[in-house]
């Protein structure tokens, strides 16, 4: 036998070897059990969480958020009044103009006293933003947690080939609570575009800020995951202790690069926006209709869904959900960045058709989403949900609304819908972060509440789907047993035959990822 032929099996021995040690979680640390406040009712953030509920303690109050700058206030306003606590959780956290101002807000509040705790997922931390989270995660009020991650020793390739079956399973929930007083859920993440911050791209978002009991369920979600084995601690890294003394200049930077942006343009459109006074003074100001009451009720999927557990095994937040969906008697409104419902999906939503209920979704277009992969799962469909009388409209990339402030100063722009929002008969919705996707169904863990508030899931409603429709989407319908593309621009209708403001190459690229096996993945 041959030196090479003994020799090459030895090395892929190794190599195999090596890359499955890269991928294990570690597991040799004393994982140190941590629990939301519940005692903050006496926070200025407390009282007036009780003045807002108008000794109504069994309902829950809310308002919406659909404007990036008013989304990004709201955070900041919460936080220059938070005493206690602050808990986030996130898919996405960026270290740009968003990730930064709200880090260093965070680790001013650590030095007066107030407990910071972070659970990020790992998918997307880049280095300059682990490099900040480790540098704070050494303050002795920062606990900084990493969920899922790909290893202790931070390189990421060879665990994704490794452990693809656990690497893929991605924590996709938000939630920011102050106090355990006030709490934000949506689809948003901490990132520029989600915040009218960026003058080349917007995602159309939508979040509910909210007191009440919501805001303990938030809580309850949040420590479940915050002390689920699968959220590391930042100390665990390899890579942590040479942060170790990096916290003062970290402090340093971030207070630096904060007076950097008082000129900013963006900082400029925050000026101008009132919902840092709405929060002064409560949650909507002195406009008693803009707040929402009524029953909230917070879903997720259980952190062993991260294990591979099915949907029998353990709790699916799609299970949750379908327990309001099966109620439905006239009308299901879907808006959905990655609509991906599938061969089973569509035979559903076709279904609910033939038994009378009126049934629209709102997508993304080809030229606006930044998912084609994702796009090419409902294009296998769309004929047929077409076909079965399912409403189809897709959003414009350059759709203009006071939801994309920052768009106005660049020719550039594009918008882009990311919201994920359903609702029921018009009497209950869904807001949160889950796509009508195989993955958010399957495969990442999900969150959101669902609120039984007839008026809340009209406004939304007929905001969406009777008021701004024809101008921010076009309408697809079938034409001759062909799918067409109808844009109304003032009162003219153009029919597209291809799918509008779209090159040859984006649609071959659609085209081509439509026929890969990959939609169970989507």
């Known amino acids: 036998m041959s030196f090479k032929r003994v020799y090459q099996p030895l090395c892929y021995f190794f190599f195999v070897v090596s890359l499955s040690a890269c991928s294990m979680l570690p597991t040799d640390f004393e994982q140190v059990a941590s629990h939301a406040y519940s005692d903050t009712e ?4 407390g009282k007036t969480a009780s003045n807002i509920q108008i000794d109504d303690s069994e309902n829950s109050a809310m308002y919406l958020i659909s404007e990036g700058t008013d989304a990004f206030l709201t955070r900041m306003a919460l936080l220059s009044k938070a005493e206690r606590s602050v808990d986030v959780q996130y898919f996405i956290w960026k270290a740009d103009i968003i990730g930064k101002l709200l880090m260093d807000k965070m680790i001013e509040l650590a030095d007066k006293g107030v407990r910071v ?4 997922d790992d998918l997307n931390i880049d280095s300059e933003t682990k490099a900040i989270l480790f540098a704070m995660d050494h303050h002795e009020l920062i606990d900084v947690r990493i969920y899922n991650p790909f290893s202790s020793s931070g390189y990421k390739a060879p665990a994704a080939l490794a452990d693809t079956a656990r690497i893929n399973r991605r924590m996709h929930n938000k939630s920011f609570t102050v106090d355990s007083q006030y709490t934000i859920v949506g689809g948003r ?12 791209s917007n995602y159309a978002d939508l979040d509910i800020v909210a007191v009440g009991p919501v805001v303990a369920e938030v809580n309850e979600q949040f420590d479940i995951y915050f002390n689920s ?21 970290v402090r340093q930077a971030l207070s630096a690069y904060v007076l950097s942006v008082q000129d900013s343009d963006y900082v400029q459109d925050l000026r101008n926006t009132s919902m840092y006074k709405r929060i002064e003074s409560g949650l909507a100001g002195d406009n008693e209709q803009l707040i929402y009451r009524g029953k909230a009720h917070v879903i997720y999927d259980s952190p062993d869904k991260t294990l591979g557990k099915s949907e029998l095994e353990t709790t699916y937040l799609i ?6 969906a099966n109620k439905i008697e006239h009308s299901l409104e879907l808006i959905s960045p990655y609509f991906v419902p599938g061969d089973k999906g569509t035979k559903h939503l076709v279904a609910l058709v033939e038994q009378g ?7 993304n277009s080809l030229a606006s989403t930044d998912g084609i992969m994702a796009q090419s799962g409902y294009a296998r469909q769309r004929y047929n949900l077409l076909k079965g009388g399912v409403e189809l409209y ?13 768009l106005s100063r660049s020719a550039e722009a594009k918008s882009a819908l990311h919201a994920k929002t359903y609702i029921f008969d018009r009497k209950e919705v869904y807001i949160g972060s889950f796509n009508f996707d195989p993955r958010s169904a399957n495969i990442n863990t999900e969150l959101g509440v669902v609120c039984e508030i007839p008026a809340m899931a009209a406004y939304i409603a ?14 697809v319908t079938l034409q001759n047993d062909a799918v067409v593309w109808l844009e109304t621009i003032d009162d003219d209708v153009i029919v597209h035959d291809v799918q509008p403001e779209t090159s040859w190459w984006r649609r071959f690229n659609l085209s081509l990822y439509s026929i890969l096996p990959i939609e169970s993945q989507l």
């Open 42 to 45: 006496q926070t200025w953030l």
């Open 117 to 120: 705790r972070l659970l990020l």
């Open 189 to 200: 993440n901490i990132e520029e575009s989600y915040f009218s911050a960026n003058v080349r």
């Open 229 to 249: 084995p699968f959220a590391i601690p930042g100390y665990i890294f390899d890579d942590h202790k040479s942060h170790k003394d990096a916290l003062a200049q």
């Open 319 to 324: 299970t949750l959900l379908r327990s309001h």
């Open 357 to 363: 209920i009126s049934v629209r979704v709102i997508t």
């Open 394 to 406: 897709e959003l414009k990339p350059k759709a203009k609304s006071k939801a994309s402030r920052s």
């Open 462 to 475: 007929t905001e969406l789907f009777d008021k701004n429709l024809k101008a921010a989407a076009y309408q």
